[in-house]
């Protein structure tokens, strides 16, 4: 499959830009989507178990939020923290983003009530759930929200840093697993809202690009993470805003300078799916690989060419996908 041209890669940087804020409802702060938007039931929702009915719970959860996410009196974040957990890996979109995600976004990075020693362990529960067992029916949820809980954890670290570089590390080689191992790469799933763990992975990665201690090796493992994601033969055809989210932890790699033979080699493995030749047989694995590596050339391309003082990391970037895209 030949790429695309230059002229017709530049040409859609309006159309992009001009959609971006169609794609707002997949952003880390959860909205709700517009009318039109991937969001209605789907025809395997007529399959699936029901949501969870209201409860006791819930309405508790309802009323905390609603009261600028306060702990009630005579109890803490931390002891609410487990139910929270729990609620990630709800079916419920309610539980899972509007109060699970919402409440631990104000508790860990907005308006900080736990403390470093309490986010240490959730940290090694979230990875534990990264590399749980991918047969158990809405498992995707548990791990793909445990991916964006990371990504808050690893803001705060940067923000005030409490993990060792060791930690940190740890943190790197747990996202590069779930990357090459998280099977249900939907986004939007039907009533039971947003699975999007490619994007949520994106997100982790991002925040793990950006921190100061890792070096050229560690923002390689990075840029493994994303090619895992965009050109492992999984078979999702990424349509959920994931080529946006996934391109900024490269965007963050090249910022900080990496070895122009790194990102040659990760630029061809992303370009290899794009250059195998056709088959008789259609074949949908390597058409989502061909799909998703042919749209986050064109979000990258777009960006740096629209950086308005790129690094030398940048520029060799650049310098290739215009080669690339030109041929």
């Known amino acids: 499959m030949p790429l695309p041209s230059v002229p017709a890669v530049a040409a859609l940087a309006a159309t992009l830009l001009a959609v971006a804020g169609a794609a707002a409802c997949t952003a880390p702060r959860r909205v709700a989507c517009p009318p039109g938007a991937p969001g209605a039931a789907t025809a395997d929702d007529a399959d699936a178990a029901p949501l969870p009915a209201e409860d006791d719970q819930l309405r508790r959860w309802r009323a905390i939020h609603a009261d600028d996410d306060q702990p009630p009196a005579g109890t803490t974040a931390a002891a609410l923290l487990p139910e929270l957990v729990g609620y990630l890996g709800s079916p419920d979109p309610e539980r899972r983003d509007g109060i699970a995600y919402e409440v ?85 799933t039907g009533v039971r809202g947003w699975a999007h763990a490619a994007a ?26 994303v090619a895992a994601l965009v050109v492992r033969r999984h078979g999702f055809d990424f349509h959920h805003g994931e080529d946006g989210r996934l391109a900024l932890p490269v965007l963050e790699v090249l910022r900080r300078g990496v070895a122009a033979a790194g990102v040659d080699a990760w630029l061809d493995a992303i370009v290899a799916p794009l250059r195998e030749p056709g088959t008789a047989d259609f074949d949908p694995a390597l058409f989502a690989a061909q799909r998703n590596a042919r749209n986050l050339l064109f979000t990258l391309f777009v960006q740096l060419s629209l950086t308005p003082s790129p690094g030398d990391g940048e520029r060799h970037a650049l310098d290739r996908l215009r080669a690339l895209l030109a041929g």
């Open 104 to 188: 631990l976004v104000a508790w860990i990075v907005r308006a900080p009530r736990l403390t470093p020693a309490e986010l240490r362990p959730l940290a090694g529960e979230l990875v534990a759930a990264l590399d749980g067992p991918l047969d158990v029916p809405d498992g995707v949820f548990r791990r793909s929200f445990s991916a964006l809980v990371l990504s808050l954890i690893v803001k705060r670290d940067l923000d005030d840093p409490f993990f060792t570089d060791a930690e940190r590390r740890d943190l790197l080689a747990a996202a590069r697993a779930y990357a090459g191992r998280e099977p249900d790469l939907r986004g939007h």
């Open 200 to 225: 949520h992975t994106a997100d982790l990665l991002k925040f793990l690009a950006r921190e100061p201690a890792f070096t050229d090796d560690d923002r390689a493992v990075v840029l493994d993470a």
